[in-house]
């Protein structure tokens, strides 16, 4: 196992009724920046309860935060902070809205230009944040990460920090009741992918990680179609919740390699064709796994195994039925797997290869070896 230091210190409040300890978490006396995304906290209840919560704090709210969180956007987010003087962020929402936040939180620290803190910079000081979670997905809610949309350079820029971290989130699982069937699948495909990333590369003598990782793979595969059958199941978005929670909240990668490309590639499918976050993982991950069989054989007859319970077989005819398996459940989830499905044909190669010139992703995967000539290999793949 390789050496790494772990340290999240986001407390996790779980359950029905949770949203009532804000007046807890927030100290008292805090001017707070609530922000969120469009209408859904207003029709579900979730906004009820939280202004029921922050009774006595003074409340400045933005919304309208979009999917893809823009820049522009963000900026005047932070334009309003400043204006009232607030001290504490509160963001309620999804993964768009909680990396928005935290991009609010860094800029309101920092007198530069703001872009600086998408393009290498990193934040120096923050506001504090804590977080309500409307939508399981992302793990956003207790990692340090954001990307944020950049519209005129069309570019999702990712961006870190350990003073991003929340300070706490609010994860009840009723809140996610409202969510279209989309975001469903959405939800259970990115937590899928952020754990196959962590996984999926080659043996590292690190088991524990490995069954966690298993435990996370086949929980998303049991759970997943049912919530899409029984959207208001507790228990089910009580699971699926707790599992993106887990997925990408740092313990999973410890002292194991990684291969992010597929979110790499992803971004740019994003940024240049406006899919959503998980319909890109759909897209590239199978393709990315059939044309890297060889360099991840080892732990693809693993995942094949103990995943998708392939037991018999020669190990090519293993693997083929996982990758086919892996496709199935994405497409199970609503979430189609084929960029012709989103009508886009092999144009858009030259276009996703530039973009990723362009932003030095050259060397991706575990090995740093997916180089321009097998991102197109990948993408054609994915046709
Ligand atoms: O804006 P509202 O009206 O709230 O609608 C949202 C939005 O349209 C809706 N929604 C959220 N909760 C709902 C709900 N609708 C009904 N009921 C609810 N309870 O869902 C739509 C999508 O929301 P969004 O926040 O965009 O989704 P998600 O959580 O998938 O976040 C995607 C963003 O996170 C980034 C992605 O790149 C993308 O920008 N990621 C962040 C990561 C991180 N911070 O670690 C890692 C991820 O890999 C990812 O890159
Ligand atoms: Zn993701």
């Given at each position: 196992m390789r050496n790494f230091s772990f340290y999240n210190p986001t407390k996790i409040h779980f359950g029905e009724g949770q949203i009532a300890k804000l007046s807890k978490e927030i100290p008292p006396g805090s001017r707070v920046l609530v922000t969120h995304g469009g209408g859904s906290i207003f029709n579900n209840g979730v906004w009820a309860q939280v202004e029921q919560a922050l009774q006595g704090f003074s409340i400045s709210r933005f919304g309208g935060i979009e999917a893809n969180p823009q820049f522009d956007t963000l900026l005047r987010a932070a334009e309003q902070a400043k204006a009232e003087q607030c001290d504490f962020i509160l963001a309620i929402g999804g993964g768009s809205v909680i990396d928005g936040s935290k991009f609010i939180a860094a800029v309101l620290c920092y007198d530069g230009d703001p872009l600086d803190l998408l393009t290498g910079t990193k934040a120096s000081a923050a506001l504090p944040l804590g977080c309500v979670l409307?939508?399981?997905?992302?793990?956003?809610?207790?990692?340090p990460h954001g990307v944020v949309t950049h519209a005129e350079r069309q570019e999702k820029l990712p961006f870190f920090s350990p003073l991003l971290f929340p300070r706490f989130a609010i994860l009840d699982?009723?809140?996610?009741?409202?969510?279209?069937p989309r975001q469903i699948g959405n939800g259970v495909v990115d937590a899928f992918v952020h754990t196959i990333e962590q996984y999926?590369?080659?043996?590292?003598?690190?088991p524990l990680q490995d069954r966690y990782a298993e435990g996370l793979l086949l929980t998303l595969i049991e759970e997943g179609p049912k919530a899409l059958e029984n959207p208001e199941d507790y228990n089910v978005r009580a699971n699926l919740m707790w599992c993106a929670t887990q997925a990408l909240n740092g313990l999973l990668g410890c002292g194991v390699p990684q291969d992010w490309a597929t979110h790499m590639i992803g971004h740019e499918l994003t940024a240049l064709y406006h899919l959503d976050h998980a319909q890109t993982l759909a897209v590239i991950l199978p393709a990315l796994l059939a044309e890297r069989r060889d360099s991840k054989r080892a732990k693809l007859l693993q995942y094949a195994e103990r995943v998708w319970q392939q037991h018999e077989g020669s190990e090519e005819l293993r693997i083929d039925n996982a990758l086919a398996a892996t496709r199935e459940f994405f497409e199970r989830m609503?979430?189609?797997?084929?960029?012709s499905a989103y009508q886009?044909?092999?144009?858009?190669i030259p276009q996703v290869l530039a973009q990723l010139k362009q932003h030095k992703l050259?060397?991706?995967g575990e090995h740093r070896d997916i180089d321009l000539e097998v991102s197109a290999r990948i993408l054609l793949r994915a046709l």
């Amino acid at each position: 196992m390789r050496n790494f230091s772990f340290y999240n210190p986001t407390k996790i409040h779980f359950g029905e009724g949770q949203i009532a300890k804000l007046s807890k978490e927030i100290p008292p006396g805090s001017r707070v920046l609530v922000t969120h995304g469009g209408g859904s906290i207003f029709n579900n209840g979730v906004w009820a309860q939280v202004e029921q919560a922050l009774q006595g704090f003074s409340i400045s709210r933005f919304g309208g935060i979009e999917a893809n969180p823009q820049f522009d956007t963000l900026l005047r987010a932070a334009e309003q902070a400043k204006a009232e003087q607030c001290d504490f962020i509160l963001a309620i929402g999804g993964g768009s809205v909680i990396d928005g936040s935290k991009f609010i939180a860094a800029v309101l620290c920092y007198d530069g230009d703001p872009l600086d803190l998408l393009t290498g910079t990193k934040a120096s000081a923050a506001l504090p944040l804590g977080c309500v979670l409307t939508l399981a997905a992302t793990g956003s809610e207790s990692n340090p990460h954001g990307v944020v949309t950049h519209a005129e350079r069309q570019e999702k820029l990712p961006f870190f920090s350990p003073l991003l971290f929340p300070r706490f989130a609010i994860l009840d699982p009723r809140c996610t009741f409202s969510l279209p069937p989309r975001q469903i699948g959405n939800g259970v495909v990115d937590a899928f992918v952020h754990t196959i990333e962590q996984y999926l590369t080659y043996p590292a003598d690190a088991p524990l990680q490995d069954r966690y990782a298993e435990g996370l793979l086949l929980t998303l595969i049991e759970e997943g179609p049912k919530a899409l059958e029984n959207p208001e199941d507790y228990n089910v978005r009580a699971n699926l919740m707790w599992c993106a929670t887990q997925a990408l909240n740092g313990l999973l990668g410890c002292g194991v390699p990684q291969d992010w490309a597929t979110h790499m590639i992803g971004h740019e499918l994003t940024a240049l064709y406006h899919l959503d976050h998980a319909q890109t993982l759909a897209v590239i991950l199978p393709a990315l796994l059939a044309e890297r069989r060889d360099s991840k054989r080892a732990k693809l007859l693993q995942y094949a195994e103990r995943v998708w319970q392939q037991h018999e077989g020669s190990e090519e005819l293993r693997i083929d039925n996982a990758l086919a398996a892996t496709r199935e459940f994405f497409e199970r989830m609503g979430v189609a797997t084929r960029l012709s499905a989103y009508q886009l044909d092999g144009g858009v190669i030259p276009q996703v290869l530039a973009q990723l010139k362009q932003h030095k992703l050259t060397s991706l995967g575990e090995h740093r070896d997916i180089d321009l000539e097998v991102s197109a290999r990948i993408l054609l793949r994915a046709l």
